[in-house]
């Protein structure tokens, strides 16, 4: 914002002092005995190096006050016009306006996610969260990062409260912090559970001493890309069909069925009811895999009189058509 901000600043001193050249070359006049519009034609004339007739003859205190103006409203007026071209020419201007218009989309987001970090992590998150049609703002303090991101992004330093607000906090249902060092990590977590109590908080830990103190800083969930890589490797060694099945259910997109999770709330239709009673596979089409209950345990591969709780999870799958009617039998 830095760069986009400081030509800004440099053309309204221009303006501002290009003004009071012109203010005072037009008062200077006056008391010279020129009419006010005569005085302002004077001044521009002057101050523009246009050389137009004077509309009145100068006298020696005239002329030494147009030396003078002469000399103070070239420099000032050379000072603004090439702060102007700046604009143009170095594309500041056109930054403003996208700036401009990304606030606004950004303004008009819901539910949305904030990754922070632009780096290969938080990447890999856009990805999988533009597949699930989730709307996106990115945060990094590098220009450089943020000129081909495809999605809205807020340039700064995301322990910068202004920043978070920038990107929609109070809107947003979820940020992941996805920034280079643990310590950036366990900042924001911080920053962003104080402004906002109820948003959930996923976080990058390098390490595995900074798991708990991101957990207790306020993280919903903390993940180690190293141990899920290290653990993603073995499973391919022990397990490689079962990973690719998985794989291609929740990314790839190739396959029509999808493992998708839905909350029961206490108004729901399926409060209450056991599995059987719902009938889901019968309605809808989509199969229960587990019922995570409210304490967090998990129940696999429930039997048909398992009852259904206000707050339990359902891990279902499906394909999207049977897991809408699901989302859709369940309100």
């Given at each position: 914002?830095?760069?986009?901000?400081?030509?800004?600043?440099?053309?309204?001193?221009?303006?501002?002092?290009?003004?009071?050249?012109?203010?005072?070359?037009?008062?200077?006049?006056?008391?010279?005995?020129?009419?006010?519009?005569?005085?302002?034609?004077?001044?521009?004339?002057?101050?523009?190096?246009?050389?137009?007739?004077?509309?009145?003859?100068?006298?020696?205190?005239?002329?030494?006050?147009?030396?003078?103006?002469?000399?103070?409203?070239?420099?000032?007026?050379?000072?603004?016009?090439?702060?102007?071209?700046?604009?143009?020419?170095?594309?500041?201007?056109?930054?403003?306006?996208?700036?401009?218009?990304?606030?606004?989309?950004?303004?008009?987001?819901?539910?949305?996610?904030?990754?922070?970090?632009?780096?290969?992590?938080?990447?890999?998150?856009?990805?999988?969260?533009?597949?699930?049609?989730?709307?996106?703002?990115?945060?990094?303090?590098?220009?450089?990062?943020?000129?081909?991101?495809?999605?809205?992004?807020?340039?700064?330093?995301?322990?910068?409260?202004?920043?978070?607000?920038?990107?929609?906090?109070?809107?947003?249902?979820?940020?992941?912090?996805?920034?280079?060092?643990?310590?950036?990590?366990?900042?924001?977590?911080?920053?962003?559970?104080?402004?906002?109590?109820?948003?959930?908080?996923?976080?990058?830990?390098?390490?595995?001493?900074?798991?708990?103190?991101?957990?207790?800083?306020?993280?919903?969930?903390?993940?180690?890309?190293?141990?899920?890589?290290?653990?993603?490797?073995?499973?391919?060694?022990?397990?490689?069909?079962?990973?690719?099945?998985?794989?291609?259910?929740?990314?790839?997109?190739?396959l029509k069925f999808r493992l998708e999770e839905l909350h029961v709330s206490a108004e729901s239709t399926l409060a209450g009811n056991t599995l059987?009673?719902?009938?889901?596979?019968?309605?809808?089409?989509?199969?229960v895999l587990a019922i995570r209950r409210p304490d967090g345990s998990f129940l696999t591969n429930p039997s048909p009189e398992e009852t259904i709780?206000?707050?339990?999870?359902?891990?279902?799958?499906?394909?999207?058509?049977?897991?809408?009617?699901?989302?859709?039998?369940?309100?």
């Amino acid at each position: 914002m830095d760069t986009v901000r400081d030509p800004f600043r440099r053309v309204w001193i221009g303006l501002g002092a290009l003004l009071f050249v012109l203010v005072l070359g037009t008062s200077g006049y006056l008391l010279l005995g020129f009419g006010l519009l005569d005085s302002v034609y004077q001044a521009v004339s002057t101050v523009t190096t246009v050389g137009f007739n004077s509309p009145h003859r100068l006298d020696a205190g005239g002329k030494a006050f147009t030396i003078v103006l002469i000399l103070v409203g070239v420099g000032t007026a050379l000072y603004t016009f090439s702060s102007v071209f700046e604009l143009f020419i170095d594309g500041h201007m056109r930054d403003l306006v996208r700036r401009r218009k990304m606030e606004r989309s950004i303004d008009q987001m819901e539910r949305h996610v904030i990754v922070c970090g632009w780096g290969r992590v938080g990447r890999e998150v856009a990805r999988f969260l533009t597949n699930a049609g989730r709307n996106i703002v990115v945060i990094d303090r590098d220009p450089d990062r943020l000129v081909d991101v495809p999605f809205a992004s807020v340039c700064g330093d995301v322990t910068d409260d202004d920043v978070l607000i920038g990107a929609g906090i109070d809107r947003a249902t979820t940020l992941v912090a996805a920034l280079d060092t643990d310590a950036d990590n366990l900042y924001v977590t911080v920053a962003s559970k104080s402004m906002r109590p109820d948003l959930q908080v996923i976080a990058r830990a390098r390490s595995a001493s900074s798991e708990p103190k991101l957990v207790r800083a306020g993280a919903d969930r903390v993940v180690n890309p190293q141990q899920l890589g290290g653990d993603r490797m073995a499973s391919f060694v022990v397990q490689p069909h079962v990973v690719d099945f998985v794989d291609v259910v929740m990314h790839d997109g190739t396959l029509k069925f999808r493992l998708e999770e839905l909350h029961v709330s206490a108004e729901s239709t399926l409060a209450g009811n056991t599995l059987r009673s719902a009938h889901l596979r019968d309605r809808t089409g989509a199969l229960v895999l587990a019922i995570r209950r409210p304490d967090g345990s998990f129940l696999t591969n429930p039997s048909p009189e398992e009852t259904i709780g206000a707050g339990d999870v359902l891990i279902s799958v499906g394909t999207a058509e049977q897991l809408a009617a699901l989302v859709a039998f369940a309100r």
